[in-house]
């Protein structure tokens, strides 16, 4: 199997550079691609038991589809201008690799029999349709990318099964109602580089999604914080929109957040207590904004670690913007907090503002 994933890498090293080549990256992020090969369905992770398909003479002495390399349950066909996906894929198959081609459909029968598939690459394709029952018979999908593509929306009908869907750079203006139904394994979410407004996802769109932790909605149009956002969020990627503020209710329903990114964005004023509903925030990114203070809640957050706030105007730090009174109530000290490229006279500022952050070098100063 370790052969397989050299011959894996020789055969991807002419992907295009400019993309991502989520092949690679699965194969170096999941282990059990260089061990045996799952006995029976029940060692693939899955919410519903399928049984094995039969074997049949076909399946034994199968055709691997033309432009396309395969081995042991994988089909690689990226960067080889097909315009369809290919027919006669062997029904066995857990990983189909289809990106940087010229596919502009999925249709109905496409994807039929492959019951088995865990994993699915569409990114930097042509699609800009989905058929609704395209994946009607995948009860077992857990990673869909469909990145770089021409989708109008999210597409409907998705399998249930899926614990990651990335949708990034696309066409998509508007999250229709309930577009996750019933997707209650999904985990990470990411939608990036779609000309997204938050007035365009519907107060139900994301309904059911009882255990999703992360969301990545940049390079977007948003002017706001979505409030829509399922609740227990532990990581939320807005940087690169066009928020001008932060008021209190923005935060009050993500209270389980671990890491927030609003860098990149037009933020001038930050409502006062309008963080404080993040308790368990240790990662913060408002840096390449327009914020003039330090937020007054920032002292609140007793297990904040990291900070990011550079490249802003503010001009002035008072003795308490950090640290809590009591230095012992500061739950995890900063391990660094960013101020370089502000308007600040560093030279004016009391040690004693720093008196919780950890290290030499947890502070950043400069232009």
Same mark, same amino acid.
């Given at each position: 199997?370790?052969? #397989?994933?050299?011959?894996?890498?020789?055969?991807?090293?002419?992907?295009?550079?400019?993309?991502?080549?989520?092949?690679?990256?699965?194969?170096?992020?999941?282990?059990?691609? !260089?061990?045996?090969?799952?006995?029976?369905?029940?060692?693939?992770?899955?919410?519903?038991?399928?049984?094995?398909?039969?074997?049949? #003479?076909?399946?034994?002495?199968?055709?691997?589809?033309?432009?396309?390399?395969?081995?042991?349950?994988?089909?690689?066909?990226?960067?080889?201008?097909?315009?369809?996906?290919?027919?006669?894929?062997?029904?066995?198959?857990?990983?189909?690799?289809?990106?940087?081609?010229?596919?502009?459909?999925?249709?109905?029968?496409?994807?039929?029999?492959?019951?088995?598939?865990?994993?699915?690459?569409?990114?930097?394709?042509?699609?800009?349709?989905?058929?609704?029952?395209?994946?009607?018979?995948?009860?077992?999908?857990?990673?869909?990318?469909?990145?770089?593509?021409?989708?109008?929306?999210?597409?409907?009908?998705?399998?249930?099964?899926?614990?990651?869907?990335?949708?990034?750079?696309?066409?998509?203006?508007?999250?229709?109602?309930?577009?996750?139904?019933?997707?209650?394994?999904?985990?990470?979410?990411?939608?990036?580089?779609?000309?997204?407004?938050?007035?365009?996802?519907?107060?139900?769109?994301?309904?059911?999604?009882?255990?999703?932790?992360?969301?990545?909605?940049?390079?977007?149009?948003?002017?706001?914080?979505?409030?829509?956002?399922?609740?227990?969020?532990?990581?939320?990627?807005?940087?690169?929109?066009?928020?001008?503020?932060?008021?209190?209710?923005?935060?009050?329903?993500?209270?389980?957040?671990?890491?927030?990114?609003?860098?990149?964005?037009?933020?001038?004023?930050?409502?006062?207590?309008?963080?404080? #509903? !993040?308790?368990?925030?240790?990662?913060?990114?408002?840096?390449?904004?327009?914020?003039?203070?330090?937020?007054?809640?920032?002292?609140?957050?007793?297990?904040?670690?990291?900070?990011?706030?550079?490249?802003?105007?503010?001009?002035?730090?008072?003795?308490?913007?950090?640290?809590?009174?009591?230095?012992?109530?500061?739950?995890?000290?900063?391990?660094?907090?960013? !101020?370089?490229?502000?308007?600040?006279?560093?030279?004016?500022?009391?040690?004693?503002? #720093?008196?919780?952050?950890?290290?030499?070098?947890?502070?950043?100063?400069?232009?």
């Amino acid at each position: 199997m370790r052969s #397989f994933l050299f011959l894996s890498i020789v055969a991807l090293s002419s992907a295009k550079p400019s993309r991502r080549n989520e092949f690679l990256h699965f194969l170096a992020d999941h282990d059990f691609m !260089l061990q045996d090969p799952p006995q029976n369905t029940t060692d693939i992770i899955q919410p519903q038991q399928t049984p094995t398909p039969q074997t049949t #003479f076909d399946d034994l002495f199968f055709t691997c589809p033309s432009k396309c390399v395969c081995q042991i349950r994988v089909v690689q066909c990226s960067d080889a201008g097909l315009k369809s996906v290919p027919a006669k894929i062997p029904k066995d198959t857990v990983m189909l690799d289809l990106q940087n081609n010229r596919i502009t459909e999925i249709k109905e029968t496409d994807l039929k029999n492959l019951r088995l598939l865990y994993a699915l690459f569409l990114i930097n394709n042509q699609i800009t349709k989905i058929h609704p029952k395209a994946f009607q018979s995948m009860k077992h999908l857990k990673l869909l990318h469909l990145s770089w593509n021409l989708l109008p929306q999210i597409p409907t009908h998705l399998p249930k099964s899926l614990v990651e869907l990335r949708i990034d750079d696309n066409k998509i203006k508007k999250i229709q109602k309930q577009a996750f139904k019933g997707m209650k394994f999904l985990h990470v979410l990411e939608m990036s580089g779609n000309p997204l407004d938050t007035t365009g996802m519907e107060p139900d769109a994301f309904d059911g999604l009882l255990r999703l932790i992360y969301v990545r909605i940049s390079q977007a149009n948003l002017t706001s914080v979505p409030k829509n956002l399922p609740s227990k969020l532990h990581e939320l990627y807005l940087d690169h929109n066009k928020i001008v503020s932060l008021e209190l209710e923005d935060f009050r329903r993500y209270k389980d957040l671990r890491r927030l990114d609003l860098s990149y964005n037009q933020i001038k004023e930050i409502e006062n207590g309008s963080l404080s #509903f !993040l308790p368990k925030l240790r990662q913060l990114h408002l840096e390449n904004n327009e914020v003039k203070h330090v937020p007054a809640d920032i002292k609140e957050l007793m297990h904040l670690q990291v900070l990011y706030l550079h490249n802003n105007n503010i001009s002035k730090i008072d003795v308490d913007d950090f640290c809590p009174k009591e230095s012992s109530n500061k739950m995890t000290f900063y391990s660094g907090i960013s !101020l370089f490229g502000n308007p600040v006279k560093h030279w004016e500022i009391q040690p004693a503002s #720093f008196r919780c952050v950890s290290g030499t070098f947890g502070v950043q100063f400069g232009k």
